[in-house]
């Protein structure tokens, strides 16, 4: 059972670091409205000129022109979300390094770490965006059941062999083919409590997700019922549980990552996170 004990202590102390630093909560948090805000500088324009009837016009025959120009739009924002998204990520993990090394990471911290790697994050992110679509193309051309088959087995692939790269990118100064083969053998190393860690957040996570819809439901049902009041507080209170869930969720899946790739690396589970209201000495261990 020591795979299945060092995953729950890998989990725990996740948990126990995004509880003592509300930074590791910001990060995501902050990345998660960046990339609604990107949506929205995309949409309005698209919206109030009208890009609906370019669509139709794009899709009309001799207009290959015009669908050319709004299939590169669209690539355009897809790799840009795909780089804020591994922007905030790396920005999370960098946070994650700093707390299990017994420090007190600000989201500028965070942030500034990302930063030194934008370069590599970003060649990584035209990487794993143009993988991305080449196993959607494949599988279109597969057939409907194919097509699926061939989606899961090659997705799954692909975020095994991938899910170190950016702590590699990041702690290690790699680019990014050097990275794939590093994380790639990383996973090798932590197969089992890889996967036994993801899996016990996978379920905390859809427990957070089950209540919170059950509260949306219920706050529903409670102002059709003619409670207006009650009801809208349950609404209210259901959408906040399922928001805070995402944001757990990202960070606690990023916190674990690097507790994972920590685990990969030195052999260390719990970095016994000191006090946060004692100053760093010089000679500290983890105990």
Do not use: C
């Amino acid at each position: 059972m020591p795979t299945f004990s060092d995953s729950w202590r890998l989990t725990k102390t996740s948990f126990r670091m995004i509880w003592e630093d509300k930074a590791l909560l910001v990060l995501p948090a902050l990345g998660g409205l960046v990339l609604l805000g990107v949506l929205a500088l995309v949409a309005l324009p698209f919206l109030v000129f009208g890009g609906f009837a370019w669509i139709g016009t794009a899709l009309a025959p001799g207009n290959g022109g015009v669908l050319a120009a709004l299939v590169a739009v669209g690539l355009v924002v897809y790799f840009a979300l795909l780089f804020v998204g591994n922007f905030f990520t790396a920005a999370l993990m960098g946070a994650a390094k700093l707390k299990l090394d017994g420090g007190n990471p600000t989201v500028a911290d965070g942030l500034r770490m990302a930063r030194a790697k934008v370069g590599r994050i970003l060649l990584w992110s035209l990487v794993a965006g143009t993988v991305g679509l080449a196993i959607q193309a494949i599988a279109r051309r597969l057939g409907p059941l194919g097509g699926f088959l061939f989606r899961i087995l090659a997705g799954a692939t692909w975020g095994i062999a991938t899910y170190f790269v950016m702590p590699t990118i990041l702690f290690e100064n790699l680019g990014a083919w050097a990275s794939l083969k590093r994380s790639a053998s990383l996973f090798g190393q932590t197969f089992g409590k890889t996967i036994i860690s993801n899996i016990v957040v996978a379920l905390i996570g859809v427990g957070l997700f089950v209540l919170g819809f059950a509260l949306l439901v219920s706050g529903i049902l409670v102002a059709f019922s003619g409670s207006v009041v009650g009801g809208a507080v349950l609404a209210v209170l259901g959408v906040a549980v399922l928001i805070f869930t995402v944001v757990l969720m990202a960070a606690v899946s990023g916190v674990l990552r690097v507790a994972l790739y920590r685990y990969a690396t030195t052999g260390q589970i719990d970095p016994g996170l000191r006090p946060t209201n004692l100053p760093l000495p010089g000679s500290y261990r983890p105990t």
